[in-house]
């Protein structure tokens, strides 16, 4: 019939467009523009929306409960130089040049941030684990540089708070001088060994199936690393056997480091050449061992399966 409506090409359908291809097709005003394909990768390089993402949230994850993370090591960590000065400071003791107090107090520091380095950032996927949201931390599009970055970066944030936070009570204990001789030092210990302990608190995550594997990992390896580093003493009072022991522990060249920042003063050396070698070592030990704990986190052992 004549008065038919008949229908315009536009309404016909396109035979040679297929339905899959349609799905990812935006008309605009000027054309057509097609969506990426599935499968190829939108985001390039490093995805820094993402990673700061993960960062703010486990920073945010920490400082929910400050008083639990933050200040309760702080307030430990100057039981032990209370306890440990009463019992063996009362005579004026003195190890290398000043008293036992400011001897002792920047290894507690330095202790005290390893320790809550590696509690945060084993806390992060081995939480996830149990609770089953683990999902939340996989899916995101965050290669697994990114989310060791992000896990590392903010375990080390939360070190140097507790380091701030003890320092700043120890500034207050009778006794204690924390003048600093070589800021570089200080600065350059401190991150390193909260790097290292990061790293190993991640790795000891994806290991762990349950909070108790992770509190024997602290129990059995992180206390006795730090306590047996020279935290307390000065290792030229070992026998020979046990100075070279000591010597293989990454800890001690750590606290040894952090304590010739503010003293001058160490077990490996009292110039700047004689602990830049060991800063220079220990900086190699941390990218051998953040290597590893890539390829293992890229792995999926313990996470995917």
Not at 25 to 54: A, D, H, M, Q, Y
Not at 104 to 116: C, E, K, S
Not at 294 to 304: F, H, M, N, Q, T
Request: aromatic share 12%; hydrophobic share 50%.
């Amino acid at each position: 019939m004549a008065d038919q409506v008949q229908p315009s090409p536009a309404a016909q359908p396109d035979h040679g467009q297929s339905s899959e291809d349609a799905s990812f097709t935006e008309t605009t005003g000027k054309g057509r523009s097609s969506f990426p394909k599935r499968g190829e990768p939108v985001i390039t390089g490093i995805n820094r929306v993402g990673l700061w993402s993960l960062y703010i949230k486990e920073v945010r994850r920490f400082l929910k409960v400050q008083t639990q993370t933050i200040w309760a090591p702080a307030v430990t960590t100057l039981l032990f130089l209370v306890i440990f000065t009463v019992a063996l400071g009362r005579s004026d003791r003195e190890i290398l040049g000043v008293n036992f107090a400011t001897f002792v107090a920047p290894g507690l520091i330095v202790m005290g941030m390893m320790q809550n380095a590696f509690a945060n950032s084993s806390f992060s996927l081995l939480s996830g684990k149990i609770q089953g949201t683990i999902i939340d931390l996989l899916m995101p599009p965050l290669s697994t540089g990114e989310l060791m970055t992000g896990i590392v970066a903010a375990a080390v944030t939360r070190a140097v708070a507790v380091g701030c936070a003890v320092a700043l009570a120890m500034a207050f204990y009778p006794g204690v001088t924390l003048a600093t001789a070589h800021p570089w030092a200080v600065v350059w210990f401190g991150l390193m060994g909260a790097v290292m302990l990061a790293l190993m608190g991640l790795l000891a995550s994806i290991w762990a199936e349950k909070f108790d594997h992770n509190a024997a990992v602290t129990n059995f390896v992180i206390a006795p690393l730090s306590l047996l580093s020279g935290t307390f003493y000065v290792i030229d009072n070992l026998a020979p056997l046990f100075q070279t022991i000591s010597r293989f522990n990454p800890f001690f060249y750590v606290i040894s480091g952090f304590r010739f920042g503010f003293l001058g003063q160490s077990d490996i050396g009292d110039t700047n050449q004689a602990v830049i070698h060991s800063a220079i070592g220990l900086g190699l030990f941390n990218l051998v061992f953040a290597f590893v704990v890539y390829r293992i986190l890229a792995s999926g052992w313990k996470i995917r399966s």
